[in-house]
């Protein structure tokens, strides 16, 4: 006995219904193969042939389809909420809701572009720059004397090399580089007190250098006054000044420019003692 069925839908007709939402899911008249992502499908020219077996390709297409419509569906919602809600921003106070669409839409679209303008000239702000080597292309000599310190710059295109020294006051520092990969920096003199040091913290850029002399001076002093009627008083008092000097050279160029700054610090304390007792004793 041959069973009759009613005829199956073509796989169009399967997207369309998936698309409109009507069924939920595949028709029940549709049998998918679950084993095979090859599966073929066999239809026929009037949708009345044997039963159609769709793909999982076909099934993915129409999941697709069906999921870009419900996007667009919530866009068109939030677009709504947000023409519903607009606040009140043309020229005259004429409400945004009122211009063209292409208009509000133009208008939108530039305060996006701004925003976004934004956020990425911030970000690029926050960007370290790329570190920048230096090779001498031309042969420079110059020295700059202050405050009784000489600091000396060379540079050789021949042989690649560029540099400083210091001298004065009894120090005697340097700053040396050969080629773009290759240096030295050290102190070989330096009288107590003074601390030397090269190179700029946070520069990434090799054809800037410096060499900053650092003095700390610190004083401390004393002072007491004693009565056996009022008692003793004492003071103490500590000063502590530090000073530096930085020459910094741009070896590109052969520029030398002098920066300085100092701070001061000072301390007080007063102790005062209440006379002695004075015990008598009667006969």
Known sequence: MTAISAPAPSIGETIAQLI??????????????????????????????????????DQAKAATAAKAQSDQAAADRLQAYVEAHRVSGTPG??????QPADAQATTSGAKVEAIVAQI?????????????????????????????????LDTNAGTQYYGIELSGNGV??????????DGAGGVNASPPGVAISSGIPGSNNEAEDAITITRNVATASSASVSSS?????????VNAQSSSLSFLVNYATG?????????????????????????????
């Open 20 to 57: 409109a939402g009507a069924s939920g899911g595949l028709p029940t008249s549709v049998a998918t193969n679950t084993n095979s992502a090859s599966s073929s499908a066999t239809t026929s020219s009037d949708g009345a042939g044997p039963a159609t077996f769709v793909t999982l390709s």
């Open 93 to 98: 106070g004429a409400d945004a809701s009122t």
């Open 120 to 152: 990425k000239t911030l970000a690029n702000a926050n960007d370290p720059q790329p570190f920048q080597t230096f090779t001498p292309t031309k042969s420079l000599s110059n020295s700059v004397t202050y405050d009784g310190y000489t600091l000396t």
């Open 172 to 181: 005697q520092a340097y700053s040396k580089h050969f080629g773009p990969s």
């Open 229 to 237: 009627s009022a008692g003793s008083a004492s003071t103490s008092s």
């Open 255 to 283: 520029q030398i420019s002098v920066e300085q700054s100092a701070a001061a610090v000072s301390a007080q304390a007063t102790q005062i003692s209440p006379p002695g007792s004075t015990l008598s004793t009667l006969a």
